[in-house]
């Protein structure tokens, strides 16, 4: 594997890619800094408005980084160094995730705090916020795989619909969960068997999706 240029490639997208990252984050922060105001409208303005950071975050670097590539006509370029799928795949997978990663955990420790911090707000919801933050992570690497596999806008857009559907089912699911619900408006934070089991799911599906992914691309012979 040529590191040399994989590591250029990397370069690129963080360079290009950071004023969009720079902007989703922003707009994260400013959700954050919402629900630090004691109008209960304000937070859940708040809320929505990190909830929008984070997914728009994910959005755009799966379109800029791979799906505009090949419909800008930059990926006819990338093709003519002197590198194969598999380093592609890795600069791609890498950039991306260093972005997205960046940016969500900022986003997710600054959420944490405020619900630790925050008297109105109670302790009880920070595994649910775990799990939904999880769930954002999950949506975005299924659209990031899809992209690199597919490398289409149609597929693209698919797999961040169905991303974003799920999110809004998540959402209300596993706030119904028993043992999550008897716990979220309590005190302290309760890391019930649900949570647990929840959380193992997710990041398990995210290194399924990562892994599946590497795979599929190691085995093509070309770009197409």
Request: proline share 3%; net charge neutral.
């Amino acid at each position: 594997m040529n590191t040399i240029l994989v590591r250029q490639l990397v370069a690129k997208d963080l360079s290009f890619q950071r004023m969009p990252v720079l902007a989703a984050t922003a707009a994260g922060l400013l959700g954050i800094a919402l629900q630090l105001s004691s109008s209960e409208g304000a937070f859940y303005v708040g809320v929505v408005l990190l909830i929008t950071g984070v997914i728009s975050c994910g959005i755009y670097l799966a379109f800029l980084t791979v799906v505009k590539e090949r419909t800008q006509g930059t990926l006819p370029f990338v093709m003519s160094l002197p590198i194969g799928v598999r380093e592609y795949t890795a600069a791609k997978l890498a950039a991306n995730l260093i972005l997205f990663l960046a940016s969500w955990s900022l986003l997710g420790v600054s959420s944490a705090a405020v619900i630790l911090t925050r008297d109105s707000v109670p302790d009880g919801l920070l595994p649910y916020a775990v799990l939904l933050l999880l769930h954002m992570l999950t949506g975005y690497a299924l659209t990031l795989g899809v992209a690199l596999v597919a490398g289409t806008e149609g597929w693209t857009i698919a797999a961040m619909a169905v991303s974003n559907l799920s999110f809004q089912g998540f959402l209300y699911w596993t706030a119904h969960i028993d043992d999550i619900a008897a716990t979220m408006s309590g005190s302290v934070p309760v890391w019930t068997g649900s949570v647990r089991w929840l959380i193992a799911a997710e990041l398990l599906t995210v290194a399924v999706i990562l892994t599946v992914t590497w795979i599929w691309q190691s085995r093509k012979t070309d770009f197409t």
